[in-house]
């Protein structure tokens, strides 16, 4: 019988309806309880002595850079195949993002790449864990120690995803995540920045806020406050909190779904011929298995859209991440140039993949129905 997969599904309960009503019948609809909450939740799940929330992923790693006083004639690494938001964080300050290809076998960054792209103008490296799949951090680290570059984890795919069982976001020097609907958890829109560096934590919270120097729980006399620094307003508001505080707590539910499901569709997926996986989890290795990309060969690559037509109409929703590197977008092209070929492994990617739902919305039996559609659909066409 035909069924309808969609991509992806925000998990949203009686608990979380319950906490946004609570909160709406409230006074308090920011600076209030459930951020500090939802803050503590989130540094307890990713075991981070702090946690700053923020109105979304590319606010924090905005945030972050600002903070850094980041600007025109700096410098700072970024995969090629990325979301657009992890360089826009950084075009935003007036530094330049420099990119870099991808690894053929995980999709994360190419550390050899990273370090032959390493200028005297380099400040930073943005490091993507791709679908969630850990970067080797070891090796990393040690080349941007090596050139004193300050690391930002954008971990927007990686909540669950570890190394050596250190959580994401805690192995560089700060680590932002997205609450969008289709990730791990949601909060609508949403981010968290989680660090050890307490006086980056305090900087950020500060920055997050309009540069001003106390809280509205700390005035003493209401309406009295300072501005020291220049400031945004990034703040969570209570109601996306309230919403937060109830999906952290079924995170576990959520990652041990969709780690089952990938191991489902996975192993079902390698009899498919056609097709090639990344690489995923092997124990020091933990993705928290945002989705399951197939690159198709070369055969089928040039069929990618049809595929995805023939799936849908199968009632498989689909979805590719990211449809380009992020050099290849009209933006990054025009302002920097681009050459075709120059990132060929980010574009063999982007090109020929199709990226497939493992999320806690589904189950095995709609990982044997999405396996079942695919296979079929490729039969069909060969
Ligand atoms: C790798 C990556 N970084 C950043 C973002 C942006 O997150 P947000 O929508 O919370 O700003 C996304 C969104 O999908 C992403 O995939």
Redesign the pocket.
């Known amino acids: 019988m035909s069924r309808n997969i969609s991509f992806g599904a925000p998990m949203i309960g009686q608990e979380e309806r319950t906490a946004v009503l609570d909160v709406l019948s409230g006074p308090i609809l920011v600076h209030g309880p459930r951020v500090t909450e939802f803050e503590q939740g989130f540094a307890e799940f990713t075991e981070s002595p702090h946690a700053v929330s923020v109105s979304?992923?590319?606010?924090g790693?905005h945030l972050v850079w600002f903070t850094l006083g980041f600007g025109p004639g700096d410098e700072v690494i970024v995969p090629a195949q990325?979301?657009t938001?992890?360089a826009h964080a950084i075009e935003f300050t007036g530094a330049k993002p420099v990119f870099v290809d991808a690894d053929v076998t995980t999709g994360n960054i190419d550390i050899a790449a990273m370090e032959a792209a390493i200028t005297p103008r380099t400040r930073a490296v943005a490091v993507?864990h791709f679908l969630g799949m850990p970067v080797d951090m070891s090796t990393f680290l040690e080349v941007s120690r090596r050139h004193k570059l300050f690391v930002l984890e954008?971990c927007?795919?990686a909540v669950g995803t570890k190394l050596d069982g250190v959580h994401a976001g805690l192995m560089g020097d700060v680590g932002v995540f997205?609450?969008?609907p289709v990730k791990h958890m949601t909060t609508a829109?949403?981010?968290m920045v989680i660090t050890r560096d307490a006086d980056l934590a305090a900087r950020l919270k500060l920055r997050k806020a309009f540069g001003v120097d106390r809280t509205h729980g700390e005035r003493k006399i209401p309406g009295t406050y300072d501005v020291v620094a220049l400031g945004f307003n990034y703040r969570m508001s209570e109601i996306h909190a309230a919403i937060g505080v109830e999906q952290v707590k079924k995170l576990p539910s959520f990652l041990s779904k969709r780690a089952d499901n990938y191991q489902a569709l996975s192993t079902r997926l390698r009899k498919v011929e056609g097709i090639e996986q990344l690489a995923s989890s092997d124990g020091r290795f933990v993705s928290s298995y945002y989705c399951l990309s197939v690159i198709l060969d070369s055969q089928f690559a040039p069929r990618r859209a049809e595929i995805m037509e023939m799936l849908k109409t199968r009632g498989v929703g689909t979805s590719v991440y990211y449809p380009h590197p992020v050099p290849r977008m009209t933006y990054y092209r025009e302002k920097y140039g681009w050459k075709d070929g120059s990132f060929p492994r980010a574009e063999r990617i982007s090109d020929n993949s199709i990226a497939l739902s493992v999320g806690p919305h589904l189950d095995q039996e709609d990982m044997d129905y999405i396996a079942d559609a695919l296979s079929d659909t490729l039969e069909e066409l060969r």
């Not at 979304?56 to 606010?59: D, G, H, I, Y």
């Open positions: 979304s992923c590319t606010a790693m990325t979301h938001a992890t993507v954008d927007a795919l997205s609450f969008y829109e949403g981010g």
